[in-house]
Structures are given as structure tokens and as C-alpha cells.
């Protein structure tokens, strides 16, 4: 049975399911996903709490978002669960996080609010509860002036300080809101709040720069596929959640650091490390290899892929991040990338395609014999625009 609520402060049509399984959830809200998908936006997110959705219009990035949080927030009455997810909608004259946090008021005195400062206050006080900010069409400002304080906070934090450094609203200890609570000075990212950004990339939005892309996970919605559509299901079941019902399993245990260290390195050490060592050995020498952050966040992947995933296959988790972690910051000219991406393109091929290095296009595409198809598939794209273009991005 389907109940519909509507937050009119955020508009946000709210629906509830009686399921718990997350891919009945998405089928009976009449919006069609691959499992993989779906799987892969799970994890990022259990991974790390900042994900970035991208790709053409209309395929489904803003609703992923809002259907995940719906699901996981099934349980609570549309009052509460209008408390823990924010929908904020982009605008392209933000200049600095006040479109985000809000501001203090010196004529009345008061501090004017936003969604996304109730939301953090009140994450602060539910940490055992996850929170939701949906951040739409996020790179129609420039996401380094409004996002910038938010991006730093989240590599403050450590196991030993999950609350990292705070953000500065204003000068007083404490003032009122416009809407009666009190506002701190000072304002902690709490870990349970959980950030995706939507992204779509036309004459009217900003690129990301490799410091945006290199502290989160990157999903990419450019395919269209009328027959699956049509059928509502995907014919590859290779990235699947063994158990659907994952409402308790977004936050960390007790027991588990919510954020990314060396330790999920040498956890996943035996499956990582020649990956790493292979693909540092290509970007290393033209500067376009990754750090320790990287590191560490695809080997927590690599751990919470292993313990979810129904089947767990090594080349299939390390391709994922491939495409999600590492491919989103190569962006520039052919002199720059072509021999890079071609070189990337032979270890993710591995025999299951065939370069024609003349044309830099792929000319025989066998994806059941390629190490790493995803990826493969998406640097063969790249490579031709390089050679189409004289340029690529991986953000198209």
C-alpha cells in the first residue's frame, strides 16, 4: 500500500512503502535502477558520506537520492522524517556557504536558518540516526566558494575526532533564530549526515576541480536502455547486495571508525595492493597519480563490498573503482592524456579489447574477457574524444 505526504516548506513528495527490501522499494516508487546501481550508490555512501551523481538529464540522479533517504527513513512519520532529509537547490549566485548555512541577521538581530543548518543540529543530537542532504544540480554555482568549508571539515575528521574542526557562523557564543532555537557560534558536520550532489554538465554550470572529485565517489548516469527499461530489470546481476534490506546498515557499528584511515588499507591489503601498485606505476610518471585519501577510501570499499556483496568478485570491486575513484579527475588537452589513458586502457583491457592506437578507438569490444569492462569501456569513450575533440573529460 502507497501513502503519499508533501513537505510544503521543501517540497518534497514524500512515500511510504511497506518494504523493507531497498530494490522493491525503488520498483513499487515506479522509478527503474540496475541493482548494480543501486548497489554501487549503497556503498559510496557507507564508504564515505559525499557522493557525486552525474550525467545526462532525465536518467534519475536527483531521484535516486530522494528515494534511498525515503527508504531509510520509512520507519519515521512524515514529521520526522522532514527533519532528516534536506533538498537544496543550487543557485548559481552563490558566492560563500550562506546559501547553505545562513546568516545573522544585524538588523533584527536574529540568525536566519536554512534547511541544511536544521539538519545539522539536529543530526547532532540523533547520532545514531542517518541524515540526508540532497544537493541538486550542485555545479551551478562554483562548488569551491559555497562548498569549500564543508569539503575541508570532512578531512579533519579522524577515528580519534569524528567531529573534525567546526564551522563558523557567527562571533557570539549563542543567538536566537528566526524561528525560535538557539544557534551556536560554532557548528560541527556531524558523521551520520550524508551528502550526494547532482551534477549536469552544460554552458550554464562549472567544471569540478580534482579537489572536489578526489574526496568523493563518482556514479556516472549516461546509460539509456529502453528494453530493460521497459521490462523494469537489468540483465546484469554481477554487483548485487546480498541481503536487500540495508535500512541499519548505512552507519558504522559501534565498533567500526565511521571515516576512511590506514587501517582499511592493510585490512584490504591482500586484494589491493597490486592494484595500486599497477595503476601508481602508470600515473606516477606524468604526474597524475593519487594519494593516501584514495587509498584509503577505495580499500574501505573493497571491505564493504566484501561483506554485502552477494558474490564477491576482486575485479569487479577494484573496476567499480576505477571508474568511481580514480578516472572522474583526468580532464584536459591529447598532449596531456592520450598516452596516460592509453596505457590505463591496456591494463583494464587485458586481452578483452583490441586499440587501434592509430585512431585511439576501440575496434573489438569483448566485455566478458576484459579485466576491469567498466572502465575500459568508459577510457575507450575518452580516448575519442581525444581524438575527435583534442580534449576529454570524464564529466561529460
Not at 568523493?216 to 541481503?243: H, Q, W
Not at 576482486?314 to 580514480?326: C, G, S
Request: glycine residues 4%.
Amino acid at each position: 500500500m502507497k501513502k503519499w505526504t508533501f513537505d510544503k516548506r521543501k517540497g518534497l513528495l514524500s512515500m511510504d512503502y511497506d518494504t523493507k527490501d531497498i530494490f522493491d522499494y525503488f520498483e513499487k516508487a515506479g522509478f527503474y535502477f540496475p541493482k548494480e546501481v543501486i548497489t554501487r550508490y549503497f556503498l559510496s555512501l557507507k564508504t564515505k558520506p559525499f557522493v557525486i551523481l552525474t550525467g545526462i538529464s532525465g536518467t534519475g540522479k536527483t531521484k535516486i537520492a530522494q528515494i534511498f533517504a525515503e527508504y531509510i527513513c520509512q520507519d519515521d512519520t512524515p514529521e520526522q522524517r522532514s527533519k532528516r532529509i534536506a533538498f537544496v537547490s543550487v543557485r548559481p549566485d552563490w558566492m560563500d556557504n550562506r546559501g547553505l548555512l545562513g546568516y545573522y541577521n544585524l538588523l533584527d538581530e536574529k540568525y536566519h536558518t536554512t534547511a541544511v543548518t536544521e539538519i545539522l543540529l539536529e543530526a547532532a543530537q540523533n547520532p545514531d540516526k542517518p541524515y540526508f542532504i540532497i544537493l541538486d544540480e550542485m555545479n551551478l554555482a562554483k562548488v569551491e566558494q559555497y562548498f569549500s568549508d564543508f569539503l575541508s571539515i570532512m578531512e579533519s575528521r579522524t577515528p580519534s575526532n569524528h567531529q573534525g574542526e567546526p564551522i563558523h557562523l557567527h562571533h557570539a557564543e549563542e543567538v536566537n533564530a528566526q524561528n525560535g532555537s538557539k544557534i551556536p557560534g560554532r557548528l560541527n558536520i556531524p558523521p551520520n549526515v550524508f551528502f550526494t550532489g547532482t551534477v549536469n554538465v552544460d554552458e550554464s554550470t562549472y567544471m569540478f576541480s580534482p579537489k572536489v572529485l578526489d574526496r568523493a565517489n563518482v556514479i556516472e548516469f549516461n546509460d539509456v536502455n529502453i528494453a530493460s527499461y521497459s521490462t523494469g530489470s537489468s540483465g546484469s546481476e554481477r554487483f548485487v547486495l546480498k541481503d536487500s534490506n540495508i535500512i541499519k546498515k548505512l552507519m558504522s557499528d559501534g565498533n567500526e571508525s565511521p571515516f576512511c584511515s590506514k587501517s582499511d588499507y592493510e585490512e584490504a591489503k591482500e586484494y589491493v595492493d597490486n592494484f595500486f601498485t599497477e595503476i601508481l606505476d602508470i600515473l606516477s610518471p606524468y604526474n597524475l597519480h593519487f594519494g593516501y585519501r584514495v587509498i584509503n577510501e577505495i580499500s574501505r570499499f573493497v571491505i564493504n563490498a566484501k561483506e554485502e556483496i552477494e558474490t564477491f568478485d576482486i575485479n569487479d570491486v577494484l573496476d567499480i573503482q576505477m571508474l568511481q575513484k580514480i578516472l572522474p579527475k583526468f580532464h584536459g588537452s591529447q598532449a596531456k592524456l592520450e598516452e596516460p589513458l592509453k596505457e590505463l586502457f591496456q591494463q583494464c583491457a587485458k586481452q578483452g579489447y583490441t586499440l587501434d592506437v592509430s585512431k585511439a578507438r576501440v575496434v573489438d569490444y569483448l566485455t566478458d574477457s576484459a579485466r576491469y569492462p567498466r572502465s575500459a569501456a568508459k577510457l575507450s569513450r575518452m580516448l575519442d574524444n581525444l581524438t575527435i575533440q583534442g580534449y576529454t573529460s570524464f564529466i561529460e
